[in-house]
Nanobody, 123 residues
Framework: QVQLVESGGGLVQPGGSLRLSCAAS????????VGWYRQAPGKQRELVAT???????NYADSVKGRFTASRDNAKNTVYLQMNNLKPEDTAVYYC?????????????????WGQGTQVTVSS
C-alpha cells in the first residue's frame, strides 16, 4: 500500500520561510512527476509547482522566485522550499504524484494525493 504524507506546514510571519516535505512509502518502484497544489478557503485548488523525475521544475507566476521544488529520489521524498511568504500564500498544501509499483510481473502507475498540510502566513 502506497502512502503520500506531507509535513512541514505551520504558522509563519510574512517574509518568513517554511519547507514542506512530501514523503512516499510502500512498495514503490519509482515516483514520476510530482505537483504541489494549494487550496485556500473558498477557492479552487491551484497548482503552484511541478517537478519531474529528473528534477525539471515549473512554477506558477504567483510563487516564481520565492518557492523552490526539489526531490531526493533515494528517499522517495519531494520538497517545497517557500521563502518570502505572503499572507496570500495561506492555504492547505497538497502533493500529488504519479507512483509506479510492481504487481506480479507488471508495472502499474497510479495517481496519489497526500492529506495536506496547513500553511498560515500571518503577523
Amino acid at each position: 500500500q502506497v502512502q503520500l504524507v506531507e509535513s512541514g506546514g505551520g504558522l509563519v510571519q510574512p517574509g518568513g520561510s517554511l519547507r514542506l516535505s512530501c514523503a512516499a512509502s510502500g512498495s514503490i518502484f519509482s515516483i514520476n512527476d510530482v505537483g504541489w497544489y494549494r487550496q485556500a478557503p473558498g477557492k479552487q485548488r491551484e497548482l503552484v509547482a511541478t517537478i519531474t523525475r529528473h528534477g525539471t521544475t515549473n512554477y506558477a507566476d504567483s510563487v516564481k522566485g520565492r518557492f523552490t521544488a526539489s526531490r531526493d529520489n533515494a528517499k522517495n521524498t519531494v520538497y517545497l522550499q517557500m521563502n518570502n511568504l505572503k499572507p496570500e500564500d495561506t492555504a492547505v498544501y497538497y502533493c500529488n504524484a504519479g507512483i509506479q509499483t510492481i504487481q506480479g510481473d507488471q508495472i502499474h502507475e497510479l495517481d496519489y494525493w497526500g492529506q495536506g498540510t496547513q500553511v498560515t502566513v500571518s503577523s
